[in-house]
């Protein structure tokens, strides 16, 4: 470094300095030399992105096999097909929901990562499911939330919750053993004749499946004698596999059915009073007023029982993926915030603190002003993200939910790949979701300007 | 910062104490159940491959932990010694890798030409870069399917990387070209009086300070292709399919192969997730940078 180097110092980067010549000859050669850096990416940006856009925005004005110009047709089509207008709307709530779900999610993991010791793992348990293919994650939420309770773990879950606030067994399929004095109809299992208090009614019942029988269940025992205001009586399951014992009669280590609800119907139908059988079958009805009643067994008994939310169904199945998405993109939030955060020079916060200023005040009056700019990066990400979504809402769905869970991204490769062949409003389409990430092009290339003039 | 929060805490009352360290414990509650929340998903896929596909079919994944004899590698060693799989699996290699070294080369070389190059129109250029950077791939694939099927490479591996490619370089270009500027000037000015060409300044002083700003950029772009399903979908066959889209066509048989589709599904996320632990800093820096695609 002598004393010529001085002088480029204060140049401006590049070409054109007057350490330089700056002949014609000497600018077309830097100009050559640029297009030679610049060809491949020229070419290709070209080639496959800028000739796609323009053929495209043409072929969208043509028809189904591009034969014919048909005008707006297409894009009159999009909104007024039924498939193409539910894609459409569900891009809606798309929009709505995700980004500002994730984004809240994000900011709340972000604040709170600063109050504990593990942040670090935290972090990378929230954003580890940014690096998996949205195939794996869509694979993932399919299997989770299947129907059946005993395959998708959500369904599994709320079971296993209802079963422990509610007492009440269920045992599909009972039916009464002929001739032991009991009607069945409508699913109610009941006494064919009514029972005097101080009386006992016993129910033998068959059909259930020996598996639904809880472990709780002790053989059934014969009911203690009712008193006056009383009935009593032991449901059971009349049936010993491999065959043995007596049938419509208690014995040979039938097993009693706990949790039955019994009920005493009075005469004029209402309910006098009710009770539950215990481990061995039992119960006892008291309280009664003396009189007779019929003893019944309601079908709620009976029912399959609480069997979880059809999640796949067409109801639910865009919660599910917007779902599977906030899991995949609520980390992309957390850690743009997060660094966002760790920028920040905090003594704002902590003289405000001194002040007396709680942590929410800290924090709506301080911190988020002060993020805003990274919250709004991650927003308009989002959103541009959310638009063009795929996989997920081509993965997660079963055949049946398809059509309700349909978005513009997925109905434009249905209807001119996925058998529709209809790249005319296929290629409406595309510019319909090109249309509406203008805006966010927009505010790119205004940001990049701001940026340069600082 | 430490000694400041030690100040304000020694000002602190023992009641104002006592309720700090109840919210930190609450916090640390909650975000170990949102941490349980968020692992559930991926664990559960995990303990899924290991499965019979017996015990697939009839019970979930956590009876496991009463049941764990059913855990078995079976699946893996079915989808291993399943060509289907495995040259598929091959072909995602085959598409992710060159992938990632042209849009890192290319991307390179316009990324300098945009930071330290004089010529007309250069702004107007980048602008357009820029503008392109959002653009959803969804207007390419019609007229590309029809391009490529004209010159006879729809259906090829090298089809599927030449759109990958044509559609990373924005991201790459804008990434590496923000990176590019930030190194000194007097740096490039003392190699160009020394006579050095653009060639060697890029070869011997750009490409060596950019290795981590090359590095995020190759990771963000090696996880984009290695996960993509879509454009997969229209311009691969069955002879050039990448895993999302062999796994994805196991999806109509829903319900009666969960042990082919989670350990498939399994078994495409090892890469990408070994890459992630690995780089994550890397990964990171590249979101932060901008990532609107």
Redesign the interface.
């Known amino acids: 470094?002598t004393d010529?180097?001085v002088a480029?110092?204060g140049?401006?980067?590049?070409?054109?300095g007057e350490?330089?010549p700056s002949h014609g000859a000497s600018r077309r050669r830097?100009?050559f030399?640029?297009?030679g850096?610049?060809a491949?990416?020229?070419v290709?940006?070209g080639?496959?992105?800028l000739?796609?856009?323009v053929?495209?925005v043409i072929?969208s004005f043509f028809s189904a096999d591009g034969g014919q110009f048909t005008g707006f047709d297409n894009y009159v089509t999009m909104f007024t097909n039924d498939s193409t207008f539910t894609a459409i709307r569900n891009n809606i709530i798309w929009v709505i929901v995700a980004p500002i779900a994730c984004t809240v999610l994000g900011l709340i993991?972000a604040v709170?990562l600063d109050?504990?010791k593990w942040s670090t793992?935290?972090k990378?348990?929230?954003?580890?499911?940014?690096?998996?293919?949205?195939?794996?994650?869509g694979?993932?939420?399919?299997?989770?939330f299947?129907e059946n309770p005993?395959?998708?773990?959500v369904n599994?879950a709320l079971v296993g919750i209802n079963s422990v606030f509610g007492d009440d067994a269920a045992y599909p399929g009972a039916n009464v053993r002929p001739k032991t004095g009991l009607a069945g109809e409508h699913g109610i299992i009941r006494s064919e004749q009514a029972i005097e208090t101080g009386g006992e009614m016993n129910f033998p019942l068959v059909g259930i499946r020996p598996d639904t029988v809880p472990e709780a269940a002790k053989p059934a025992e014969q009911a203690q004698s009712a008193d006056a205001d009383q009935i009593t009586g032991t449901v059971w399951l009349d049936f010993v596999k491999g065959g043995g014992g007596v049938n419509g009669e208690i014995g040979a280590n039938k097993p009693g059915l706990p949790g039955v609800r019994v009920d005493a119907v009075a005469e004029d139908g209402t309910i006098a009073g009710h009770a539950q059988t215990d481990d061995t079958g039992r119960y006892v009805i008291d309280g009664l007023k003396q009189g007779s009643y019929t003893v019944a067994l309601p079908a709620a008994n009976f029912d399959e029982g609480y069997q979880g939310v059809s999640w796949l169904s067409s109801t639910f199945i865009t919660g599910v993926v917007i779902l599977s998405y906030i899991?995949i993109w609520a980390g992309?939030a957390m850690?743009?915030i997060a660094?966002g955060l760790s920028a920040m020079d905090?003594?704002l916060q902590?003289a405000a603190?001194?002040d007396g200023a709680n942590?929410w005040q800290v924090f709506r009056r301080i911190t988020a002003p002060l993020l805003s700019p990274v919250i709004i990066?991650v927003f308009?990400?989002l959103i541009?993200?959310v638009?063009?979504i795929?996989?997920l809402v081509?993965?997660i769905p079963?055949g049946a939910s398809k059509p309700a869970a349909n978005v513009i991204?997925v109905e434009?490769?249905r209807v001119?790949?996925g058998g529709g062949s209809n790249?005319g409003l296929?290629?409406a389409?595309?510019?319909l979701?090109?249309l509406l990430?203008l805006p966010?092009?927009i505010i790119?290339?205004k940001r990049?300007r701001e940026e340069r003039q600082r | 910062m430490t000694s400041e929060l030690t100040i304000v805490r020694g000002k602190r009352t023992v009641g104002q104490r006592i309720l700090d360290f109840f919210s930190r414990s609450v916090v640390n509650v909650v975000l170990v159940i949102v941490a349980l929340f968020w692992l559930v998903p991926s664990v559960g896929l995990f303990l899924a491959s290991l499965r019979t596909s017996g015990a697939s079919a009839s019970s979930g994944w956590w009876t496991v932990f009463v049941k764990p004899t059913q855990l078995t590698l079976e699946n893996y060693a079915n989808l291993l010694s399943n060509p289907t799989i495995t040259g598929s699996f091959w072909n995602t290699i085959m598409i992710a890798v060159p992938v990632t070294f042209l849009v890192v080369i290319i991307g390179a070389l316009a990324g300098y030409a945009f930071a330290w190059m004089e010529f007309p129109g250069r702004d107007w250029l980048l602008i357009a870069v820029i503008v392109l950077l959002a653009v959803p791939i969804q207007v390419a694939l019609i007229p590309l399917a029809r391009l490529f099927g004209a010159i006879g490479i729809f259906g090829s591996l090298f089809g599927v990387i030449l759109f990958h490619v044509a559609f990373g370089l924005p991201f790459a270009i804008f990434l590496l070209r923000n990176f590019f500027t930030q190194v000194p000037s007097e740096l490039l000015e003392a190699a160009r009086l020394d006579g050095a060409s653009d060639w060697r300044i890029f070869v011997q002083v750009i490409l060596p300070l950019g290795v981590p700003a090359i590095a995020s950029l190759a990771i963000f772009q090696f996880l984009w292709t290695w996960n993509d399903m879509l454009v997969a979908l229209i311009f691969t066959n069955s002879e050039s399919q990448p895993l999302t889209v062999a796994i994805q066509s196991q999806l109509r048989q829903f319900g009666s192969n969960i042990d082919v589709l989670s350990s498939g599904a399994f078994l495409s996320m090892i890469v990408p997730l070994i890459v992630f632990f690995a780089f994550q800093r890397y990964f990171v820096t590249a979101l932060l940078a901008g990532s609107q695609r």
């Open positions: 470094m010529s180097a480029p110092v140049m401006d980067r590049g070409e054109g350490g330089r830097t100009f030399i640029a297009l850096f610049l491949p990416a020229l290709l940006l080639a496959l992105l000739y796609p856009i053929y495209t072929r993991f709170l109050k504990i793992a935290f990378l348990i929230i954003f580890m499911p940014m690096a998996i293919s949205m195939l794996a994650a694979v993932i939420f399919r299997t989770m299947q005993n395959l998708g773990v599994a899991w992309f850690v743009m660094s905090r003594s902590e603190r001194m942590e990066v308009v990400t541009i993200n638009l063009k795929f996989d081509y993965v079963p991204a434009m490769w001119s790949f790249q296929g290629s389409l595309a510019i979701l090109l990430v966010s092009m790119n290339v990049f």
